[in-house]
C-alpha cells in the first residue's frame, strides 16, 4: 500500500526518477501524488515534474496517469526535457538523480586516494634526500678517517695541564694535507723519568696506550702523531708517571682538536 512511510522507506522518489520503479509501482506513486497535493509540494524534486504530477491523468497511458513512464533503462529526465525541463530547475530542487551521490562518494574516495598519494611521495622524497645527505656524509667522514702520508712536519712545544682541560689546549683545525706532529711535551717539573700516554677520542673511544716513553736530554716527552690517523675530532692526552715501584701516577693533560 502507498503511502509517506512506503514512500520513505523503499525510496520511491530516488527509483521513480532513475527509472527503477515497476509499471504498477509508478502507477500507485502519482496516484499517490496527485491525491495528496500537500505531500506533492514537499517533495525535494523540481517545480516542473511537480506540475506534471499534479496534472489529471490522460486516458491510455501506460500507466493509467501519464503518457510514459520510463524503464529501468530510461531515467525520467528524460521525459521531463521533452516538457520543457531545463538544468536550472534541477539546480534549484537540490536533488541528485540517479546515482550522482554514489558517483560523488566515488569523486571524493578518488580524490582522497590522490591527495594520500602525493603526501607519501612527498614524504618519500624527503627520506630519500635526508638518506642521501646522510651517505654523503658518511663517506665523507670515512674519506676524513682514512690515514693518509703526511705531507710535512709540524713541530708543537706544549705545557701539561694538572686539571683535565674542558678546552683545548691545542687547537689546529682539520690539516689539509695531512701533517706530522711532533708534539713536545715539557716534563722538566716533574721528578718522574718514564711515563704512560693515554690517548683518548672525546666523543668516542680509546685509541691507545704508549707505555714507559722516557724523558730526552731535554727533559722533554717526544710522540709524533700523523693527523690523518685519528679522523675529525678532539683527542684527549694523559700522562701518567711511574714511580719506583712501577706504579702509575697522573701528572699532567693535554687536549688537542683537529677539525
Known amino acids: 500500500m502507498m503511502d509517506h512511510r512506503y514512500i520513505d522507506n523503499e525510496h520511491i522518489v530516488d527509483r521513480y526518477l532513475s527509472g527503477d520503479l515497476t509499471v504498477r509501482e509508478a502507477r500507485e506513486f502519482e496516484k499517490y501524488c496527485l491525491e495528496h497535493p500537500d505531500f506533492l509540494n514537499q517533495l525535494p524534486i523540481p517545480v516542473r515534474l511537480k506540475a506534471r504530477l499534479a496534472r489529471q491523468p490522460v486516458e491510455g497511458s501506460e500507466t493509467g496517469m501519464f ?14 526535457a521533452d516538457e520543457g525541463f531545463d538544468a536550472d530547475d534541477d539546480r534549484s530542487s537540490g536533488l541528485s538523480y540517479g546515482s550522482g551521490g554514489v558517483s560523488r562518494a566515488i569523486m571524493f574516495g578518488l580524490l582522497f586516494a590522490l591527495l594520500a598519494a602525493i ?10 634526500s635526508s638518506l642521501s645527505e ?7 667522514n670515512a674519506r676524513a678517517a682514512q690515514m693518509q702520508a703526511p705531507a710535512g712536519v709540524q713541530t708543537h712545544r706544549l705545557q701539561l695541564t694538572r686539571q683535565r682541560p674542558e678546552r683545548p689546549t691545542l687547537s689546529l683545525g682539520w690539516l689539509t694535507p695531512p701533517q706530522l706532529l ?8 716533574h721528578k718522574q723519568n718514564a ?7 672525546i666523543d668516542g673511544g680509546r685509541i691507545m696506550q704508549i707505555r714507559r716513553i722516557a724523558k730526552d736530554s731535554n727533559r722533554e716527552l717526544r710522540l709524533s ?3 690523518s690517523a685519528f679522523g675529525p675530532g678532539e683527542l684527549l692526552l694523559k700522562f701518567d708517571g711511574y714511580n ?4 702509575t701516577e697522573e701528572v699532567g693533560w693535554v687536549r688537542l682538536e683537529l677539525k
Open 195 to 201: 711515563f704512560q700516554i693515554t690517548i683518548d677520542k
Open 182 to 189: 711532533e708534539l713536545h711535551i715539557d716534563a722538566k717539573e
Open 134 to 140: 646522510q651517505l654523503r656524509q658518511a663517506q665523507r
Open 119 to 128: 603526501g607519501g611521495m612527498v614524504a618519500y622524497g624527503l627520506h630519500a
Open 244 to 247: 719506583w715501584r712501577g706504579q
Open 67 to 80: 503518457k510514459a513512464i520510463p524503464s529501468s533503462a530510461t531515467h525520467v529526465a528524460v521525459a521531463v
Open 225 to 227: 702523531l700523523n693527523s
